[in-house]
């Protein structure tokens, strides 16, 4: 499954490729800034995107908006440390498909990929 | 200022802060994984003891979160070098703890705004569910500096508000020997949600 990671974090990008990467995740690319996202997803079509929720030019809201059309397929999970409901709420009905609040335990995202990867 | 409100006011303020500082505390203790406890909460006096950090020319790390939205505000914690050196060695790999590169530097640093953002994240996710504000935390910014430049830097940042709330918690991990400090300065629209809800 391949998967586009977007956070303005390095360390954060970097924990999150080692943790996909050795769960035999293919990391197709990172993305540190909301415009980055964008372009990413559009063109690399990553099956996955892990998205921040705050980011310094945009929130993750805007992204889903942006690539929220009928020919997009990708399956976004939110990953943020944002926990307030609406947040959650506003992030699902705009296409996340699952959101994760930050601090979370590793093995939920692996779960959630699995059934992904399941899925497909 | 919390002041300003009456009996049951208050007691809905602090109940709220105590709240937001014990998710605080969670998200310390599930990314640090070790147990952490609330020393001490203060919600009057927001000046720090820095004696604890050994020395007025001691390095200190601040970490500040501003708030974004319907209520303004910064949260900063705060931890001493020796801290900061005790997490990386608990949390990050050696490869990382011991390499002194570019590239180590920036994933320590981004360690420690990491930790900011979750923790801080706790406090707001708390207040804007219970108060029904739409409010947010900036992405972190970390600044290291003296020991004894650390009171002044957080009333220069009070300065910015005309009417604040201050509160302040002091965190206790036994196991890694930390007391970070966490303070949050609010302009007193907060009072004024508070006033609203009861």
Redesign the interface.
Known sequence: MRVLIVD?????R?SLRSLLTDQGYDVIGEAKNGEMAIDLALELKPDVITLD????DMTGLDILKALNTSDFKTSVIMI????????IVDAMNNGAKYYL???YDESELIGILRELDEES | MLADLNDNELKVATKLIFDGLSMAKSSMEQILQSPISIEQIDYVNAELDTTRFGGPDEDVHLIKTELMGELKGTSHLIFSQKEVAKMYEACLPESIVKDDSKESTIMKLGFLTEIDNMVSAAVITEFSNFLDVEIYGNVPSLKVLKATDLNDFIVRESSEFESIIHFKAVFHGKELDICPDFIWVFHNKFVDKIKNLV
């Open positions: 303005d974090s390095t360390y954060i970097s929720n705050i980011l310094p943020s440390a944002v926990g307030q409901q609406s947040a609040v930050k601090p």
